[in-house]
């Protein structure tokens, strides 16, 4: 791929960077939105939840299927595809009537989501020098955490007066966008001519893969179960109005930024490290905020703590990943997304059993805090293997 000026690369990160708000947008303004859409479909709130599942599912198929069968092909016009292919599952979404119809139309809007930001990555570390590359993926990522302080928020407020659907129908008009700015400004790149399906997939056969993706499907699920119920925890548990659902949205994706610029400095510091530091710190913050959310200060205070926490292990475990997975990249990358989007739809799933049990809606971060000690004692073990297997034979002996 030809090197491009500076400000060129700007551009066409920023439009890959656009893709990813679009997904972010998606996946999150569905939890603030919950108790709108429930109403819509006439379904209980824990059922609801079930919608949000559904998207995760879709993201831990589609992720390593279409990065292994699409290594071959264009990457700028898979990226173009793949964002536009998110369209069409929010328009499906927006389209949808009664819970089987949503369901499905959130399982589409899935599939591309993890593909998408593994071949963005690639893209956007080939427009700039190799010292600027780390620097090129986190902007791409930025997008992510941008969509929880602006789009998710404002799709959110967009969606309670206008209706829910037209949350949906916004999300439609940005990946139209997006597709269009990642046409104009990335060069074309093609794709590797040698990648065999069976060839992507041996990552999966490294035990520090296994172990990394492990800790993220279930140590990240603590995040979501608190996430995914936000919207109750303000109204029931706070006694907030529901205008202020998007504030505590807004609180979460401001961490959120915070978070993704945080770990940077914290990969570069250790970044085994910082996931266990991440992890413990994720399940002490969950436990205050069972305790302490019917203050709307300290919730408010806590949500946005776990915004930062939750962008902090997400992208340190994403350079874990990638530096396990060894040449299949795109791969890492995509099974990033599929671990954090097990652990989306784990948290909501405990959630709604902990909810339907009759605990409340503070029982969902109690429970996220056991996933996330799940998560650290996962990664721990991975550490200890690695240790281990590192050690000469005479030292093992």
């Not at 709108?36 to 198929?61: K, M, N």
């Not at 990648?195 to 992507?200: C, D, L, P, Q, Y």
């Not at 995914?228 to 959120?256: C, H, K, M, N, Q």
């Not at 605990?359 to 998560?375: E, H, K, Q």
Request: with cysteine; aromatic share 8%.
């Amino acid at each position: 791929m030809r090197r491009i000026r500076a400000s060129h690369a700007g551009l066409a990160i920023l439009a890959l960077a656009l893709g990813g708000f679009a997904i972010g947008t998606t996946e999150f303004v569905t939890m603030g939105l919950l108790q709108d859409i429930s109403e819509g479909i006439d379904e209980s709130i824990p059922r609801t939840g079930h919608i949000i599942t559904a998207y995760a599912f879709g993201v831990v198929v589609g992720a390593p299927v279409i990065v292994s069968l699409a290594a071959r092909l264009p990457r700028r016009e898979l990226a173009v595809g793949l964002v536009l292919a998110l369209g069409v599952g929010n328009a499906l979404t927006a389209l949808a009537h009664g819970y089987w119809q949503v369901m499905g139309a959130r399982f589409i809007a899935g599939l591309p989501h993890g593909a998408y930001f593994g071949v963005a990555s690639l893209l956007a570390a080939s427009l700039v020098t190799p010292e600027r590359r780390g620097r090129a993926v986190s902007r791409v990522m930025l997008g992510l955490s941008v969509a929880t302080v602006v789009g998710v928020p404002a799709s959110t407020w967009l969606g309670q007066n206008l209706g829910w659907r037209s949350a949906y129908w916004l999300v439609l008009g940005i990946t139209v966008v997006a597709g269009a700015l990642v046409l104009a400004f990335v060069p074309h790149a093609p794709g590797n001519p040698g990648a065999s399906v069976r060839g992507e997939l041996q990552a999966l056969k490294c035990s520090q893969v296994l172990f990394a993706v492990s800790a993220g499907m279930i140590g990240f699920g603590g995040v979501f179960a608190m996430y995914s119920y936000v919207g109750p925890i303000v109204t029931d548990v706070t006694e907030l109005s529901r205008s202020a659902i998007p504030w505590f949205l807004f609180f979460f994706g401001v961490g959120s930024v915070l978070g993704s610029w945080l770990a940077g400095v914290l990969a570069d510091w250790d970044v085994e490290r910082s996931v266990l530091a991440g992890f413990v710190a994720l399940a002490a913050t969950l436990v205050v905020l069972s305790m302490t959310a019917g203050t709307p200060a300290s919730a408010a205070a806590l949500v946005f703590v776990i915004g930062v926490l939750g962008s902090v292990l997400a992208i340190t475990l994403q350079m874990r990943l990638m530096h396990a997975a060894g040449d299949a990249q795109m791969l890492g990358a995509a099974l990033n997304h599929s671990a954090l989007n097990v652990a989306n739809g784990l948290g909501a799933w405990v959630g709604a059993v902990v909810i339907d049990a009759g605990w409340g809606y503070r029982a969902p971060s109690v429970v996220g805090a056991g996933l996330a000690v799940l998560g650290l004692l996962i990664f721990a073990a991975g550490l200890r293997t690695q240790a281990v297997t590192s050690r000469p034979a005479t030292a093992r002996s």
